[in-house]
Each structure stands twice: as C-alpha cells, then as structure tokens.
C-alpha cells in the first residue's frame, strides 16, 4: 500500500499517528537545519518537516527535491508551531522519518498553481499538467458530480439510459458533419452524430418510453468560448407527452441541480417568453435577464420628426437606456462606436443623448432635432438626468436588434451587471419553424426536420410557412443557451410535408431518413425530448468564462489538441487500405 491517507484528511486529531503519504511535491523551502516540503494529490496539501538533527542523510535528499516529484513519505502526525488557517491540514505537519522518491520530474513549463504563469497555449500542450493545478480539477470534480446528480434524478424518473451508436449516416440539415471513411465499404463514409436525434426517436418508437444518454456529439462548425468540435449532451426523449411536461420535468431538474451544486433556489415556476418577444425586447433569443436595459423602439420619435436622413430612412429605430453613464467622455463614445462597427457586430453607426445631471441635453443628432423631440425620446425611454441613451438603427429590425443586443451585452459587463454568482432562468418558446438561408437560398429547418409545428399553425403550411411556430423550447440561464428541444413530428403524412417544405424530393428524403419514415408506419408515439449542454451547464455553476476549463482535453480555437498534435496527417498506407487521395486545393 503506497498511503494510508490523502493529503487532504489529517488533522489534529490524527496527532501522534505513523501515517504514509503519497503525492507531487508543490514546493521546497531549506530553513536552518530544516526542509519543509508541501506535498500535495488530488485531495489537498500536506506539510513534511525533515530535521537535520534527526537524519542528516534523509534531510538532505529531501532538499535536493523537485518541483512535481513524485514521492513516498511515512512519518508522524505532529501539532505545527505556526499554523496555515488557509489549510484543511494547516494545524498539522509529518515528522518525515522514510523518503522514497517514486519518479522524478523534470522541470514543469509552468507552476502548477491556482495563479499559474502558464498561458493558455502552453496549459493546452501538457494539459496532464494543467490538471494538477485545484482551479482546474474542481471544475471536473464538479462536472463529474453533476452527471452523478441528473443520472440519479433521471433514474427516479422513470428514464432508462441507451447508448447509441457514434458511427452512423451523415445528415443534410444543420452544422456540418466529421465524417469517417469505411475500409471495408470504399468510397463510403459514416459521420460522427451532431447529436442521437433520429436514434432516441427510434427508441420511442420501440417503446422506451422514457430514454437519456450522457452524449457525445460532433459538430464541424466554427468555434468559441462556448463551443467545440466535440462536447457532451444530457440528451433526453419521452413519450406520450405533451410540451409542459416536458417543460416541468427538465424545470425540476435544473432546480435539483441549482440547489444542490450551488445552494440556489430557483422559482416555483420560471418565466416563459416567445421567441417574438425575446427579439423585441432584448434582440436575442437567449437573453439575459441578470439587469435591465431593455430595448425602447423610438421610431415614432425620430423617423420623420427632424432632419437625420439615417433615421428618416430606417426600417428600425432602438435604444437603451443605460443609467448613470451621462458622464461617458467622447474618447469612451468613440470607443463604443468603433466597437459596433466591428464586423461581428456590423453596425454602421452609434447615436448617443446625454441627459446630464444639470438637466442639459447633448447628443450628437443635436443639430438634426429640436429639443422637444430629445425630451420625448427622453420620456419614451424612461431616463433620468445622469443617464445615457444609446441608438442604432438599420433597414433590417431583426439584424438591428442582434446589433443592439451585442451593444447591450457590453455596457452590461463594463458596468458590472453580469454577476457570475446571480442566476437568471427562463425558458423561450415558439420558435419559428423554419428560417431563410441566404447561403442555401431555401427555408431551412430552425432546428431539425423533425419539429413538430403548432397545430394552430398547420394551415400556414402551404401558404406562408415562414409563419408557422415550432412546438419547440429553449433553456436559458444568464443569456446562455443550455439546453433545448421540441415536440416531434410522429405522423407520416405531416412528415413527408415537411420534408417537401425543405425541398426533399421523396427519393432524397428516404435515401437519408428512410429508417425514421419507415419506423412511423408501426404505430409511432407521440414524443417528445431535451437536451442539455453539459459542458455550458457546468461553466455556469463553475462561474467559467469558457467550457474549455470543464473538459479534461479540450480542443484549442483552431479545433486542435496540441497536446496530441492533432488532427494530423496519416499513412500513404492507410490512405491507400481506404482508397482515398488527398488532393489539396492550393490557396490564392
């Protein structure tokens, strides 16, 4: 046996015991005659003391220590002099009396520490190392409790976990697919799922009424602070179900979790808003709700009420009211109009009034509109002397108001108000079902083929189905998406419709979801499902900037492990065993 306990469990209890630790060694300080080193595993911090005047040989060889070396240390629990109230273990330390050094170390690129010096690239290339450091294992100490709590939730609910199959038949609609070639079937390619979509349905089908999988899916798409290639979902489907029972389950669910990881209590019943509403007040469909700002329409205020051609023209006309910042130095107004203009945000102006705390106006239309309208604008936004009001306008309302949202999103992290520890919820429903692709230059599906529309708009369907409302559902914390779903289509007949809305021709739709069609002509139930973003859902309880920090081996911005270097090239043998040439384009 290589301990008897942690580095983390003794304490002055345990005082006069012969224990044997076992760990990486954190740091080394020579004092006098004396060697004290921290050695530290996955359960805490422990202090040895090796004294000269005890054994001279074992004292030095513990000051010849290096930093992560792992070792073997027996001695007595002793009550410290000088104790760390910081430590579990700070009243504690072990009177070392054996040292055996299991595996040295060479010395680590960066400090493995809370305050580390290591930068993100480096972290990534000895990510093994990285995971020493406590910041970085609480955050899969925490995952991993996580999973544990909605695995036991689930369970008590009746829900059965299936896992299904990681190779399968790549998808036309949404992200692209990673998809894998078959040796024994040339020229042919399975796909990584994006998700087990038409498999839980499947699953239904069969009479598992109640499934869930903690699911890795794949996604070939760009990346960000919330997305990677591959990432893991709490992918849900029930039967017989109609959208609030949905809603209710999954709702009792994320409060169990909020309450038990993070001790929060969320309300009896979270708020509900439509996908319309969530545009028109916030600009986006996952809005966070942690602080006001709300979007103020002022078209009736400036579109034709003065000499601003920009305006007079405008499809959209927006505002927010941010408090207290009247005071804003033009330097910081040209900074926020630089900042909209980025391309990722695309707007091609910002107008500001400043409703100064000595009563006065200054905007910078002042020229354009009479005093009269700014106090108008004034009243419809609802600001107060000291507050600042910020404008953009566009010919398109929708892509103004996801401009303004970004807008928005900013003055709400420079003033403060996205606060980690406060947690906003609610849920978004009545999605449209489809969108228009400009790419595609087609109505694509908002979500998935399979979305069930709402029965009251069916008969859109064949006149204006850019109309018609999915039975579809999103959860929303702090302007996060965390999970989403949606009522499935379980009828053949509106299936196929679907499918022809898409522009799937009957070949093309049962070359691609022939098994799913078949499936429904044996008596398909209606059913219904959820999925979760596991790693966005722990981000948000580990108060995490990015899910990078939640997966154990994450990929960098590029979709690269540079730890494992890769993706990578292969073989010319392997290409040729799967009859494949690479041919690559060269670039401009």
């Known amino acids: 046996m290589y301990r008897t306990n942690t580095c983390g469990e003794l304490r002055l209890s345990d005082a006069g015991k012969t224990v044997t630790l076992a760990g990486w060694v954190q740091r080394v300080r020579k004092m006098g005659g004396m060697a004290f080193v921290d050695l530290r595993d996955r359960y805490g911090i422990t202090q040895l003391v090796f004294n000269d005047s005890d054994d001279c040989e074992l004292c030095a060889r513990a000051g010849k220590l290096g930093r992560e070396y792992c ?9 410290r002099e000088s104790k760390n109230a910081n430590l579990p273990t700070g009243d504690i330390e072990i009177i070392a009396t054996e040292l055996n050094i299991l595996s040295e170390s060479a010395t680590p690129p960066f400090t493995i520490e809370d305050n580390t010096d290591g930068g993100d690239d480096i972290r990534m290339k000895y990510r093994y190392l990285d995971l020493r450091r406590p910041t970085v294992r609480k955050n899969l100490e925490l995952r991993h409790r996580m999973t544990i709590l909605i695995r036991n939730f689930l369970d008590a609910q009746n829900f059965i976990e299936v896992e299904t199959p990681i190779l399968i038949g790549s998808t036309p609609e949404g992200a692209r697919d990673f998809v894998v070639p078959s040796r024994m079937n040339p020229g042919q390619f399975y796909a990584l799922p994006q998700s087990p979509q038409t498999l839980k349905q499947l699953l239904m089908v069969s009479g598992f009424d109640r499934y869930f999988q903690i699911a890795k899916c794949f996604r070939d798409e760009d990346l ?4 990677q290639p591959e990432f893991t979902q709490i992918d849900c489907e029930m039967s017989f179900v109609d959208q609030d029972d949905v809603i209710n389950l999954f709702e009792d669910m994320a409060r169990h979790l909020f309450k038990e990881i993070r001790g929060v209590e969320l309300p009896a019943k979270l708020q509900q808003m ?4 969530a545009m028109r007040r916030f600009g986006s469909d996952k809005p966070d709700l942690r602080f006001g700002m709300e979007f103020v329409e002022l078209m009736d205020d400036l579109k034709g009420t003065g000499t601003f051609s920009v305006f007079n023209d405008a499809a959209y006309i927006g505002g927010i009211c941010v408090p207290g910042c009247a005071n804003y130095t033009r330097k910081q107004l040209d900074q926020l109009t630089d900042f909209v203009k980025r391309p990722q945000v695309g707007a091609k102006g910002l107008v500001y009034i400043k409703y100064n705390e000595d009563g006065t106006v200054k905007s910078s239309v002042d020229k354009f509109y009479s005093p009269e309208v700014l106090a108008k604008v004034k009243q419809t936004t609802g600001a107060k002397d000291g507050d600042l009001v910020l404008i953009l306008s566009g010919d398109n309302a929708n892509k103004t108001r996801v401009q303004l949202c970004t807008l928005r999103l900013e003055m709400g992290d420079r003033l403060g108000l996205r606060d980690k520890n406060k947690f906003e919820c609610l849920w978004i429903v009545d999605f449209p079902l489809f969108e228009w692709s400009d790419e595609e230059q087609r109505l694509m599906a908002t979500h998935h083929p399979f979305t069930m ?41 509106l299936q196929e419709k679907m499918f022809g809305i898409l522009g799937f021709t009957e070949e093309r739709a049962m070359a691609q979801f022939g098994f799913l069609i078949n499936a429904f002509k ?21 108060g995490l900037d990015s899910i990078r920090d939640c997966i154990a081996f994450p990929k960098n911005n590029s979709g690269r492990d540079v730890m494992l270097d890769a993706p990578s090239a292969i073989d010319q043998k392997q290409l040729d065993e799967l009859q494949l040439k690479v041919d690559l384009r060269q670039e401009n």
Not at 71 to 79: D, H, K, L, S, Y
Not at 224 to 227: C, F, T, V
Not at 455 to 479: M, T, W
């Open 224 to 227: 960000r602070a919330d997305r």
């Open 453 to 493: 529309p709402n029965p009251d708009d069916i008969p859109l369907l064949d006149s204006h189905p850019e109309q018609v409302r999915a039975k579809a559902y999103d959860f929303v914390c702090n302007g996060i998406e965390v999970g989403g779903g949606s009522l499935r289509i379980h009828d053949s007949k």
């Open 71 to 79: 070792i073997q240390v027996t001695g007595v629990v002793n009550e």
């Open 522 to 542: 044996y008596g398909a139930p209606p059913h219904a499902g959820l999925a979760f973003g596991l790693d966005r859902f722990v981000s948000i309880m580990a």
């Open 274 to 277: 439509t996908w319309h509403e």
